[in-house]
Structures are given as C-alpha cells and as structure tokens.
C-alpha cells in the first residue's frame, strides 16, 4: 500500500472521511507525518469515558500523553503534527477545550524537537472541518 500525503485540506479531509467512518467511540488522535506530508504514525490521545461519555484527560495523564507524543514523533522521524477529533455526534463544547488543552501542552515540547502543527480537524459525524474554519462555531450547540 502506497503512504498517504496528506498535504492539502481536501486530500486530508478525505482520509480521515475513509479511515475514521466506522469508529463508534468519540476520541482524539495525533497524526504524524514526514516531510512530504505522508502519513508516518498515528496514536489515540484520548478516548471517551465509558462511564459518562466525556472526553478527559486528567493532568498526570496530560504528561504522560505529552511525552508519548514526542516519543512517537521522534521514532517515526515526523516533521509534521495534526490534531484530529473525531465526535460520534454534534461537537461538544468540552471536546474544544480539550483540544485546546492538548495543543497548549504540546506547543513547547513539538518545538524542541522540531515538529509543526500542519492542522486541527474535527469530525462530526459526516461533517469533516479545519479547526481553523471560519464556521467551525456553528457547529457548536447554543447551551
């Protein structure tokens, strides 16, 4: 199987239409790739609790996710990092802060080691979008 390049949104959006589609459970992943925008590894960051459906990390969790990151960036040689949450159902609120939490903790270690953000996707159901939408907030429920 050839590597994938996901070096433009549109190419990116449709991989993760593809891969994603049949995962049941709401969850943060971290995609990593080279150079070429290839897709080098992936790793789940995040899942949601069995118990109430939230997406958490605890704050000893976040350091031990921070440091699998940057260990998998660095055996896969990446040169490149994309965020992605994938929602079963509409996009919570709780779910954004959580990956703005993510990103936040990640910018400094990423930057050591030489690795960009390329992107943030979110995944609601059929819905594919750049964190960097400018309509990502109508997505969002009215609490």
Same mark, same amino acid.
């Given at each position: 199987?050839r590597?994938?390049?996901? +070096?433009?949104?549109?190419?990116?959006s449709a991989f993760? *239409?593809?891969?994603l589609? @049949?995962?049941r459970?709401? #969850?943060?992943?971290a995609l990593f790739?080279?150079k070429?925008?290839m897709l080098v590894?992936?790793?789940? &960051? #995040?899942?949601?609790?069995e118990?109430? +459906?939230?997406?958490? $990390?605890?704050?000893?969790?976040m350091r031990?996710?921070r440091r699998?990151?940057v260990?998998?960036?660095m *055996?896969s @040689?990446?040169a490149? %990092?994309?965020?992605?949450m994938?929602?079963v159902?509409? &996009?919570r609120?709780g779910?954004?802060?959580?990956?703005?939490?993510?990103?936040? #903790?990640? $910018?400094?270690p %990423?930057?050591? &080691?030489? $690795? *960009? @953000?390329?992107d943030?996707?979110w995944?609601a159901?059929?819905? $594919?979008?750049?964190? @960097?939408?400018?309509?990502i907030?109508?997505l969002l429920?009215?609490l």
């Open positions: 199987m590597p994938r390049t996901l +070096g433009r949104p549109d190419l990116a993760l *239409q593809e891969t589609v @049949f995962v459970h709401s #969850a943060l992943y790739l080279c070429d925008h590894s992936a790793l789940e &960051i #995040a899942r949601t609790d118990a109430n +459906g939230d997406l958490r $990390v605890s704050e000893r969790e031990i996710r699998e990151v260990k998998v960036a *055996q @040689f990446a490149g %990092l994309m965020l992605v994938h929602e159902g509409p &996009i609120p779910s954004m802060t959580l990956a703005g939490e993510v990103h936040s #903790a990640l $910018v400094e %990423l930057s050591m &080691i030489d $690795v *960009q @953000f390329t943030h996707y995944i159901g059929n819905d $594919v979008r750049s964190w @960097f939408a400018k309509d907030e109508d429920p009215v």
